[in-house]
């Protein structure tokens, strides 16, 4: 038996917002701690992770391992019907074809309830080495969001450039070039807007920003963005889950880390 | 600019 409740059913509908235009079909592994997704996308450039911590649940129980194979874009649909204040509950049995989800609504006299027939995918499941990168920049997520979509404008690739003075996003095309440069700052009233860049070696590498524009539809989960790199290897882009309470209390409950393969130099 | 390399080229298949 597994059940999983979360209060604040609309971090779901933004985990969901948030991978299943980059991944149609995947599987949930479910365990004692947690449940947790990993899936490329189709043509395998990239790789999406998303942990969700059996404690960041009201209510977590399982009592085995299970694989939830489904459709994520049903998936969808079907959270769509959810309240943004609605409890959200997904209840699976053992050996059962199909999870169950439960939305009781604030009123608490109103609760639907929905069913979705799980599939059977073929698992393709990747080991990540633990890597120490090079560079680690944290940032506004809403701001990496606008430079990906502005420098998408001009070309179809962004080159991350990191030196001692900062961090620079560039991209050329046909109608020219552009180019965003970003150095530390911090502010103590808004640690939100922070930017915080940890380098050992200057690195630049190269990125399709058709993925990393999938990636930035994690933004409404958490105010900043975490960027990774090292050479040679590919770009981890983190994202927190941030559960905000009625109280305002925010809550990290879980990550997506989307990892993106380079563009090596011809 | 430059080829696109796939990421199960830098992760093993468990």
């Known amino acids: 038996m597994f059940e999983a409740k979360l209060d604040r059913g609309i971090v779901l509908k933004k985990i969901l917002d948030a991978i299943n235009q980059l991944v149609n079909e995947a599987s949930w592994e479910c365990t004692s701690s947690g449940m947790s997704l990993q899936a490329m996308d189709t043509s395998h450039v990239s790789l999406v992770a998303v942990n969700l911590n059996g404690d960041g649940f009201s209510k977590f129980r399982c009592d085995r391992n299970m694989v939830l194979g489904m459709n994520l874009v049903n998936l969808s649909k079907i959270l769509k019907c959810a309240g943004n204040d609605d409890k959200v509950t997904i209840k699976a049995a053992d050996g059962d074809d199909k999870i169950k989800l439960i939305f009781e609504a604030p009123n608490e006299y109103e609760v639907s309830q929905y069913e979705i027939k799980l599939m059977n995918l073929d698992a393709e499941y990747l080991g990540i080495p633990e890597t120490s990168y090079n560079v680690t920049v944290k940032m506004p997520a809403a701001k990496f969001q606008r430079i990906c979509r502005d420098l998408n404008q001009i070309g179809d690739a962004v080159t991350i450039s990191c030196t001692k003075s900062g961090v620079d996003f560039s991209a050329t095309g046909d109608l020219g070039n552009g180019s965003v440069s970003l150095s530390q700052n911090s502010s103590f009233d808004k640690p939100e807007d922070n930017v915080t860049i940890s380098m050992q070696e200057p690195l630049s590498q190269t990125f399709a920003l058709k993925y990393l524009n999938q990636f930035t539809k994690a933004t409404p989960l958490c105010s900043q963005v975490t960027l990774s790199l090292s050479p040679d290897v590919p770009l981890v882009v983190e994202y927190k889950i941030i559960e905000e309470n009625e109280e305002d209390s925010k809550n990290e409950i879980g990550h997506i880390r989307y990892y993106l393969a380079p563009k090596i130099d011809d | ?14």
């Open chain 2, 1 to 14: 600019k430059g080829a696109q390399t796939r990421i199960d080229t830098f992760f093993k298949m468990m």
